[in-house]
């Protein structure tokens, strides 16, 4: 599926290009965004590398990685979506979802939206059953996020990800397609 384009009142998920280094860079190189994520801030030759990897995977047959822009109806770029797709065990029937919202962004709801086109993606688009993420157990925002849009906690990975020189449990939350059928979209 190439390129995605999907939508929602105040948010668009769009494919990335080089030309987003510098707004992608805004994101991924503040030390805020950064502090719950698996990596330190990126300089914006490390976010140039991603985008070059991300525009490459997007064109992948089958394609299993949906790394996506976030935009604001003028086109400023507010977040980094990701969904991808799981492929081992599972029959490519799940799916795991990461975002990160630029921080001047944050506590206006856009976040919920970039999940949901997310959840769209992978359940209305891709037919998934299962969809999944991981959070840092300190990050209560990405927490109520998917808490409001039906995803559920299931438990803490202990000791699972290597973050600056020291291991870290991350909490697991997930939801299945008859839980995203059944939830509004309000």
């Known amino acids: ?20 280094v510098d707004a992608l860079t805004a994101i991924y190189g503040d030390p805020r965004v950064a502090e719950h994520m698996s990596f330190e801030p990126r300089t914006r030759d490390q976010v140039k590398g991603t985008l070059t990897s991300v525009t490459r995977a997007a064109l992948a ?9 976030a935009v604001l109806p003028a086109g400023e ?9 799981d492929t081992q065990h ?4 799940s799916a795991q979802i990461g975002f990160s919202l630029r921080a001047d962004r944050w506590r206006q ?5 970039v999940v949901r086109l997310l959840l769209r993606l992978g359940f209305d688009e891709l037919g998934l059953y299962r969809v999944w993420g991981a ?13 409001k849009l039906g995803m559920v906690e299931e438990g803490r990975i ?23 059928t059944a939830t509004p979209r309000t």
């Open 1 to 20: 599926m190439y390129p995605v384009t999907l939508t929602s009142p105040r948010v668009t998920l769009r494919e990335f290009t080089l030309d987003d």
């Open 61 to 69: 047959e089958p394609r299993t990685e949906y790394s996506l822009a």
């Open 77 to 85: 770029l507010a977040a980094y979506a990701r969904l991808a797709v």
């Open 158 to 180: 202990r000791g699972h990800i290597l973050v600056r020189g020291a291991w870290r449990d991350s909490v697991v939350h997930s939801i299945l397609a008859p839980e995203w």
């Open 109 to 113: 709801g856009l976040g919920t939206e």
């Open 135 to 147: 959070r840092s157990p300190l990050n209560e925002a990405s927490a109520a996020v998917m808490g």
């Open 90 to 93: 599972t029959g490519q029937n």
